[in-house]
T-cell receptor, first 112, second 111 residues
Framework: DGGITQSPKYLFRKEGQNVTLSCEQN?????MYWYRQDPGQGLRLIYY???????QKGDIAEGYSVSREKKESFPLTVTSAQKNPTAFYLC???????????FGSGTRLTVV | SQQGEEDPQALSIQEGENATMNCSYK?????LQWYRQNSGRGLVHLIL?????REKHSGRLRVTLDTSKKSSSLLITASRAADTASYFC???????????FGTGTRLTIIP
């Protein structure tokens, strides 16, 4: 079955560490997105990519970085510059304009 | 920034009743979408309504859109326990695929 796979499901980060969240899709979708969700809140856009080797900042890109070397993969790195990284991270993709997003099941990141 | 605002923030109803939740947004849109999120999971796309449409149905779901009031409503008829979830509206603008999400309505169906 086609879909989006996010890993790991749970991730713990020590202060000062960089961590990378994986997002892989086998839907042949062009555009991919990373959102952050804090408890009881909506989703905020971190980064998005509409084509391989190109990506744009979203509303809250500071302290995060991404790459899009392959169509199927859009990893998100949470750097030590992100001061409040504890959150639920969601990856999504879309085949083209005007359609519904397909979401992964999320990664819950906790700073310890 | 949050484009949409759902109302109410939380809603509890008896199983079998209808549930209505509303979404207001601030700027002109191309499409408005509704998503469901079960606790601790990803979002699931429910329905999309275009800016030139006024009403759309999908199974037990009915969505309306009033662009003059910048608002939408989602009606779930004959609710079931499995409908317990958070519901989010999301909008995109013309020429921009980015979705901006509202703050969500937490729906609880009481068996």
């Amino acid at each position: 079955d086609g879909g989006i796979t996010q890993s790991p499901k749970y991730l713990f980060r020590k202060e000062g560490q960089n961590v990378t969240l994986s997002c892989e899709q086998n839907l042949n979708h062009d555009a991919m997105y990373w959102y952050r969700q804090d408890p009881g809140q909506g989703l905020r856009l971190i980064y998005y990519s509409q084509i391989v080797n190109d990506f744009q900042k979203g509303d809250i890109a500071e302290g995060y970085s991404v790459s899009r070397e392959k169509k199927e993969s859009f990893p998100l790195t949470v750097t030590s510059a992100q001061k409040n990284p504890t959150a639920f991270y969601l990856c999504a993709s879309i085949p083209g304009p005007g359609g519904g997003y397909t979401f992964g099941s999320g990664t819950r990141l906790t700073v310890v | 920034s949050q484009q949409g605002e759902e109302d109410p923030q939380a809603l509890s109803i008896q199983e079998g009743e209808n549930a209505t939740m509303n979404c207001s947004y601030k700027t002109s849109i191309n499409n408005l979408q509704w998503y469901r999120q079960n606790s601790g999971r990803g979002l699931v796309h429910l329905i999309l309504i275009r800016s030139n449409e006024r009403e759309k149905h999908s199974g037990r779901l009915r969505v309306t859109l009033d662009t003059s009031k910048k608002s939408s409503s989602l009606l779930i008829t004959a609710s079931r326990a499995a409908d317990t979830a958070s519901y989010f509206c999301a909008t995109d603008a013309f020429g921009n695929e980015k979705l901006t999400f509202g703050t969500g309505t937490r729906l609880t169906i009481i068996p």
